[in-house]
């Protein structure tokens, strides 16, 4: 079982950062390829960023592309979302999860934080 916590979350201005903190509880974070979802509004949840178990390879919709960071600390258990020059666009309730293969189902999901960027 894993636990996951997302924090970070606020009200930013358009062009402005933040840094998404997601915990994760137990000592199997390594084991787990990691993502960062999110969902606006009347909208699908839809994939933001993924990293995997090693932190080698990383992956970014094209949305957000060069304007994200994806990051992981073994150390402490924890992903971050580095968000660059943000969008009222990219106001959403962001999530992260962990999976265990690849190509299935995220098996757990964080309880999301709320990231409201105004103009």
């Known amino acids: 079982q894993v636990q996951l916590v997302e924090s970070g979350g606020g009200l930013v201005q358009a062009g402005g950062s933040l840094r998404l903190s997601c915990a994760a509880s137990g000592r199997t974070f390594s084991s787990y390829h990691m993502g960062w979802f999110r969902q606006a509004p009347g909208k699908e949840r839809e994939f933001v960023s993924r990293i995997r178990r090693s932190g080698g390879i990383t992956e970014y919709a094209d949305s957000v592309k060069g304007r994200f960071t994806i990051s992981r600390d073994h150390a402490k258990n924890t992903v971050y979302l580095q968000m660059n020059s943000l969008k009222s666009e990219d106001t959403a309730v962001y999530y992260c999860?962990?999976?265990?293969?690849?190509?299935?189902?995220?098996?757990?999901w964080g309880q999301g934080t709320q990231v409201t960027v105004y103009s």
């Open positions: 999860a962990a999976q265990s293969t690849s190509g299935l189902p995220y098996d757990y």
